[in-house]
């Protein structure tokens, strides 16, 4: 039986979330920006985010191939679901939900940049410092945490405890 421990609570991630909002808005002031989300892992922050943020704001996902059930990072880029809209001069801002290797992170900004957007910045509810291996540039970061398996708040294992409104370790 896997047990949950709580890392960081709803709270804690809410008032991160106001003050993330404050720290984009000082660098875009009134401009338009995309908000490029991670699937399916950043889909709660992305909502928390989005609905701080100003009336410019628009939406849109890609989706990267997984861990599957696993709890390692499979070290292949795989992009399952390409974003809808056309980024050519436009602010895009990379929503993730955790930067662990970065190697995700290299991948899709190495992509995105070809397509030629005015800028391009990342903000990530989590990262784990220790566990970086690549080169990933994080411009937002909410919470810096130990490299463990961490669950809720939009992150599964093998797809469960994605609605769980806090983040938590998952311990085996
Ligand atoms: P990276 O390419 O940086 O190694 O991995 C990034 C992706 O791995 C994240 O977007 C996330 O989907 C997954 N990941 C990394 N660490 C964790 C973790 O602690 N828990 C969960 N559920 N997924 C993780």
Redesign the pocket.
């Known amino acids: 039986m896997s047990r949950l421990e709580t890392l960081i609570s709803e709270p804690e991630l809410a008032r991160r979330c106001d003050e993330l909002a404050r720290e984009i808005e000082a660098v875009y002031g009134d401009e338009p920006v995309l908000l490029l989300g991670?699937l399916k892992?950043s889909f709660v922050f992305l909502a928390d985010l989005a609905r701080r943020l100003g009336p410019g704001t628009t939406v849109d996902f890609v989706q990267i191939s997984?861990?599957g059930g696993e709890k390692q990072?499979s070290g292949v880029f795989h992009l399952r679901k390409d974003h809808d809209a056309n980024i050519e001069g436009r602010h895009v801002l990379i929503v993730?939900?955790?930067?662990?290797?970065?190697?995700?992170?290299l991948r899709l900004r190495e992509l995105l940049q070809t397509r030629r957007p005015l800028s391009l910045r990342v903000v990530a509810m989590l990262s784990?410092p220790e566990a970086r291996r690549h080169e990933a540039l994080v411009d937002f970061v909410g919470f810096e945490i130990p490299n463990q398996?961490?669950?809720g708040y939009g992150?599964?294992?093998a797809e469960r405890y994605r609605n769980l409104p806090y983040i938590a370790l998952l311990h085996d």
């Open positions: 991670v892992g997984s861990y990072s993730e939900d955790i930067v662990d290797t970065g190697l995700t992170l784990k398996f961490v669950v992150l599964d294992h």
